[in-house]
Protein backbone atom coordinates (compact mmCIF):
# COMPACT_ATOMS: atom_id res chain seq x y z
CA UNK A 1 0.00 0.00 0.00
CA UNK A 2 0.91 3.58 -0.45
CA UNK A 3 0.42 6.28 2.48
CA UNK A 4 0.36 9.65 1.82
CA UNK A 5 1.40 11.27 5.07
CA UNK A 6 2.45 15.42 5.35
CA UNK A 7 2.00 18.17 8.16
CA UNK A 8 0.94 22.01 8.15
CA UNK A 9 2.22 23.63 11.39
CA UNK A 10 3.08 27.19 11.82
CA UNK A 11 5.00 28.90 14.82
CA UNK A 12 5.03 32.20 15.95
CA UNK A 13 7.56 34.39 17.46
CA UNK A 14 8.85 37.56 18.88
CA UNK A 15 12.91 38.10 18.49
CA UNK A 16 15.26 36.77 16.69
CA UNK A 17 15.52 32.74 17.80
CA UNK A 18 16.39 29.42 16.47
CA UNK A 19 13.78 26.95 15.60
CA UNK A 20 14.94 22.93 16.16
CA UNK A 21 12.67 20.23 14.23
CA UNK A 22 12.53 16.61 14.01
CA UNK A 23 10.09 15.72 11.55
CA UNK A 24 11.83 14.00 8.66
CA UNK A 25 10.92 10.16 8.38
CA UNK A 26 13.22 7.84 10.54
CA UNK A 27 16.09 6.97 8.32
CA UNK A 28 15.45 3.33 8.89
CA UNK A 29 12.40 4.26 6.45
CA UNK A 30 14.34 6.13 3.89
CA UNK A 31 13.96 3.32 1.23
CA UNK A 32 10.23 3.29 1.53
CA UNK A 33 10.00 7.44 0.08
CA UNK A 34 8.54 7.59 -2.70
CA UNK A 35 10.28 10.54 -4.80
CA UNK A 36 11.20 11.67 -1.40
CA UNK A 37 10.09 14.36 1.06
CA UNK A 38 8.81 17.75 0.43
CA UNK A 39 9.32 20.19 3.50
CA UNK A 40 9.48 23.60 3.01
CA UNK A 41 9.71 26.72 4.96
CA UNK A 42 8.46 29.70 4.64
CA UNK A 43 10.21 32.16 4.82
CA UNK A 44 12.88 30.58 3.61
CA UNK A 45 15.50 30.50 6.49
CA UNK A 46 19.04 28.68 6.84
CA UNK A 47 18.72 25.99 7.90
CA UNK A 48 21.37 23.23 9.43
CA UNK A 49 20.83 19.97 9.04
CA UNK A 50 22.16 17.05 10.97
CA UNK A 51 21.60 13.82 12.78
CA UNK A 52 21.49 13.19 16.44
CA UNK A 53 22.85 10.76 19.20
CA UNK A 54 19.47 8.30 18.10
CA UNK A 55 20.11 8.28 14.76
CA UNK A 56 17.23 10.64 14.09
CA UNK A 57 17.12 13.87 11.12
CA UNK A 58 17.20 16.88 12.60
CA UNK A 59 17.30 20.48 11.50
CA UNK A 60 18.44 24.08 13.03
CA UNK A 61 16.20 26.95 11.18
CA UNK A 62 17.70 30.62 11.98
CA UNK A 63 15.36 32.73 12.67
CA UNK A 64 16.62 36.48 11.95
CA UNK A 65 15.11 40.42 13.27
CA UNK A 66 11.68 40.89 11.36
CA UNK A 67 10.57 37.35 10.94
CA UNK A 68 7.24 36.92 13.04
CA UNK A 69 6.55 33.58 12.02
CA UNK A 70 7.52 30.35 10.44
CA UNK A 71 5.61 27.79 8.60
CA UNK A 72 6.81 24.13 8.53
CA UNK A 73 5.37 22.19 5.20
CA UNK A 74 5.97 18.76 4.14
CA UNK A 75 3.99 16.18 1.89
CA UNK A 76 5.64 12.86 0.74
CA UNK A 77 4.29 9.22 0.05
CA UNK A 78 5.82 6.20 1.68
CA UNK A 79 5.59 2.82 0.52
CA UNK A 80 4.45 -0.03 3.52
CA UNK A 81 3.52 -3.72 2.98
CA UNK A 82 0.54 -3.38 4.71
CA UNK A 83 1.06 -5.87 7.39
CA UNK A 84 0.31 -5.53 11.27
CA UNK A 85 2.72 -5.29 13.83
CA UNK A 86 4.45 -8.60 14.50
CA UNK A 87 3.63 -10.95 17.45
CA UNK A 88 6.29 -13.08 18.97
CA UNK A 89 5.31 -14.33 21.51
CA UNK A 90 8.74 -16.26 22.16
CA UNK A 91 10.76 -13.64 22.46
CA UNK A 92 12.73 -13.79 25.48
CA UNK A 93 13.86 -11.46 28.17
CA UNK A 94 17.97 -11.16 28.79
CA UNK A 95 19.43 -10.90 31.51
CA UNK A 96 20.83 -7.48 31.81
CA UNK A 97 24.35 -8.81 32.16
CA UNK A 98 23.69 -10.69 28.49
CA UNK A 99 22.11 -7.31 26.94
CA UNK A 100 23.89 -5.88 23.96
CA UNK A 101 25.66 -2.60 25.25
CA UNK A 102 23.24 -0.22 22.89
CA UNK A 103 20.36 -0.96 25.05
CA UNK A 104 21.48 -0.23 28.57
CA UNK A 105 20.30 3.63 28.06
CA UNK A 106 17.32 2.36 27.92
CA UNK A 107 17.05 0.66 31.21
CA UNK A 108 17.70 3.36 33.13
CA UNK A 109 15.55 6.75 34.39
CA UNK A 110 14.72 9.38 31.85
CA UNK A 111 13.12 12.49 31.93
CA UNK A 112 9.84 11.52 31.79
CA UNK A 113 10.07 7.98 33.02
CA UNK A 114 10.74 7.33 36.71
CA UNK A 115 12.30 3.98 37.24
CA UNK A 116 13.47 4.76 40.53
CA UNK A 117 10.26 5.97 42.75
CA UNK A 118 6.99 3.64 43.59
CA UNK A 119 6.90 2.11 40.29
CA UNK A 120 9.37 0.30 40.68
CA UNK A 121 8.23 -1.10 43.51
CA UNK A 122 4.69 -1.96 41.99
CA UNK A 123 6.22 -3.10 38.87
CA UNK A 124 7.52 -5.84 40.35
CA UNK A 125 4.36 -6.49 42.96
CA UNK A 126 2.73 -6.72 40.00
CA UNK A 127 4.19 -8.25 36.98
CA UNK A 128 6.87 -10.11 39.04
CA UNK A 129 5.40 -13.68 38.36
CA UNK A 130 4.39 -13.12 34.70
CA UNK A 131 6.47 -15.25 32.56
CA UNK A 132 9.62 -12.70 31.56
CA UNK A 133 9.69 -11.75 27.40
CA UNK A 134 6.43 -10.86 25.63
CA UNK A 135 4.08 -11.95 28.11
CA UNK A 136 5.43 -9.81 30.95
CA UNK A 137 5.38 -6.84 28.61
CA UNK A 138 1.75 -7.88 26.97
CA UNK A 139 0.87 -7.87 30.41
CA UNK A 140 2.15 -4.26 31.02
CA UNK A 141 0.35 -2.99 28.09
CA UNK A 142 -2.52 -4.40 29.42
CA UNK A 143 -2.30 -2.60 32.41
CA UNK A 144 -1.46 0.70 31.45
CA UNK A 145 -4.00 0.28 28.64
CA UNK A 146 -6.68 0.08 31.15
CA UNK A 147 -5.33 2.08 33.76
CA UNK A 148 -5.11 5.07 31.97
CA UNK A 149 -8.33 7.01 30.44
CA UNK A 150 -7.55 8.72 27.02
CA UNK A 151 -8.11 12.03 27.03
CA UNK A 152 -6.98 15.00 24.99
CA UNK A 153 -8.42 17.56 27.43
CA UNK A 154 -6.16 16.64 30.13
CA UNK A 155 -3.06 16.45 28.37
CA UNK A 156 0.14 18.28 29.51
CA UNK A 157 3.48 18.51 28.26
CA UNK A 158 4.72 18.07 31.79
CA UNK A 159 3.26 15.18 32.80
CA UNK A 160 5.79 11.88 33.99
CA UNK A 161 5.08 8.62 33.92
CA UNK A 162 4.92 8.50 37.77
CA UNK A 163 2.18 11.62 37.31
CA UNK A 164 0.27 9.30 34.67
CA UNK A 165 0.23 6.74 37.16
CA UNK A 166 -1.81 8.39 39.82
CA UNK A 167 -3.53 10.70 37.42
CA UNK A 168 -4.57 7.57 35.98
CA UNK A 169 -5.32 9.56 32.72
CA UNK A 170 -2.92 11.18 29.57
CA UNK A 171 -3.03 10.88 25.85
CA UNK A 172 -0.42 8.83 23.53
CA UNK A 173 2.80 9.85 24.74
CA UNK A 174 1.82 9.39 28.80
CA UNK A 175 0.38 5.79 27.69
CA UNK A 176 3.90 4.93 26.10
CA UNK A 177 5.71 7.06 28.73
CA UNK A 178 3.96 5.28 31.87
CA UNK A 179 4.75 1.46 29.88
CA UNK A 180 8.60 2.36 29.01
CA UNK A 181 8.82 2.69 32.90
CA UNK A 182 7.20 -0.24 34.16
CA UNK A 183 9.23 -2.08 31.31
CA UNK A 184 12.79 -0.51 32.84
CA UNK A 185 11.49 -1.20 36.18
CA UNK A 186 11.63 -5.14 35.27
CA UNK A 187 14.72 -4.66 33.88
CA UNK A 188 13.43 -4.25 29.99
CA UNK A 189 14.76 -2.16 27.29
CA UNK A 190 12.31 0.38 25.99
CA UNK A 191 12.37 3.24 24.21
CA UNK A 192 10.12 6.06 23.01
CA UNK A 193 8.89 6.02 19.26
CA UNK A 194 6.95 8.93 17.43
CA UNK A 195 6.02 8.84 14.31
CA UNK A 196 2.82 8.99 12.06
CA UNK A 197 0.31 6.07 12.64
CA UNK A 198 -3.40 6.77 10.68
CA UNK A 199 -6.67 4.87 10.94
CA UNK A 200 -5.59 2.25 8.43
CA UNK A 201 -7.50 -1.00 9.11
CA UNK A 202 -9.75 0.74 11.92
CA UNK A 203 -12.87 2.56 12.23
CA UNK A 204 -12.08 6.34 11.72
CA UNK A 205 -11.97 7.74 15.43
CA UNK A 206 -13.61 11.05 16.02
CA UNK A 207 -10.74 13.02 16.82
CA UNK A 208 -8.44 15.23 14.73
CA UNK A 209 -5.35 13.73 13.00
CA UNK A 210 -2.22 13.99 14.93
CA UNK A 211 1.49 12.67 15.66
CA UNK A 212 1.00 9.55 17.14
CA UNK A 213 3.77 7.86 20.05
CA UNK A 214 4.38 4.18 20.50
CA UNK A 215 7.43 2.32 22.30
CA UNK A 216 9.55 -0.53 21.29
CA UNK A 217 11.41 -3.51 23.53
CA UNK A 218 14.35 -4.91 22.92
CA UNK A 219 13.63 -9.09 23.87
CA UNK A 220 15.44 -12.07 21.85
CA UNK A 221 17.72 -10.36 19.34
CA UNK A 222 15.88 -7.51 18.00
CA UNK A 223 13.59 -4.40 19.24
CA UNK A 224 9.71 -5.32 18.94
CA UNK A 225 6.70 -2.35 18.86
CA UNK A 226 4.54 -1.94 21.00
CA UNK A 227 1.34 0.58 22.14
CA UNK A 228 0.21 0.73 25.08
CA UNK A 229 -2.46 3.26 24.23
CA UNK A 230 -4.10 0.83 21.20
CA UNK A 231 -2.93 -2.58 22.96
CA UNK A 232 -3.76 -4.09 19.86
CA UNK A 233 -1.51 -4.76 16.10
CA UNK A 234 -1.76 -1.94 13.80
CA UNK A 235 -0.98 -1.46 10.11
CA UNK A 236 0.67 1.99 8.64
CA UNK A 237 3.44 2.91 11.53
CA UNK A 238 6.08 5.35 10.04
CA UNK A 239 8.62 6.50 12.06
CA UNK A 240 9.80 10.00 13.09
CA UNK A 241 12.27 9.65 15.58
CA UNK A 242 13.41 6.98 18.69
CA UNK A 243 14.56 8.13 22.00
CA UNK A 244 14.36 7.47 25.52
CA UNK A 245 11.09 9.20 26.47
CA UNK A 246 9.80 12.65 24.54
CA UNK A 247 12.10 15.24 25.56
CA UNK A 248 14.65 13.53 22.85
CA UNK A 249 12.02 13.27 20.29
CA UNK A 250 10.49 16.73 20.11
CA UNK A 251 8.90 17.59 16.94
CA UNK A 252 9.67 21.11 17.16
CA UNK A 253 11.77 23.42 20.31
CA UNK A 254 11.81 27.26 19.73
CA UNK A 255 14.62 28.91 22.44
CA UNK A 256 12.89 31.83 22.90
CA UNK A 257 8.75 33.16 23.44
CA UNK A 258 6.71 31.14 20.70
CA UNK A 259 3.14 30.58 20.22
CA UNK A 260 1.52 27.49 17.90
CA UNK A 261 -1.10 29.25 15.37
CA UNK A 262 -1.12 26.47 13.01
CA UNK A 263 -0.95 22.19 13.68
CA UNK A 264 -2.19 19.40 10.83
CA UNK A 265 -1.01 16.33 10.32
CA UNK A 266 -2.18 14.13 7.14
CA UNK A 267 -1.63 10.38 7.47
CA UNK A 268 -3.73 8.14 4.89
CA UNK A 269 -3.93 5.31 2.80
CA UNK A 270 -4.11 6.31 -1.20
CA UNK A 271 -6.98 4.02 -2.74
CA UNK A 272 -5.45 1.75 -4.98
Known sequence: MQIRIGFDIELAVTAPTALIYMLQVHPSRAADLQNGEHITITPPLHTDYYMDVFDNHCARVHIPEGVSSVRLRNHAVVFDPGWADPVDYSAIQHAVADLPVSTLPFLLPSRYCEVDSELLQFAWDTFGGVVPGWHRVQAICNFVHDHLRFDYQTARPTRTALEG???????????????IALCRCMNIPARYVTGYLGDI????????????????????????????RHNTPRIGRIVIARGRDAADVAITMVFGVNSLQRFEVTTEEIAQ
Not at 165 to 179: I, K, N, P, W
Not at 205 to 218: C, T
Open 165 to 179: FREGTGVCRDFSHLA
Open 201 to 228: GIPPVPYPMDFSAWFEVYLGDRWHTFDA
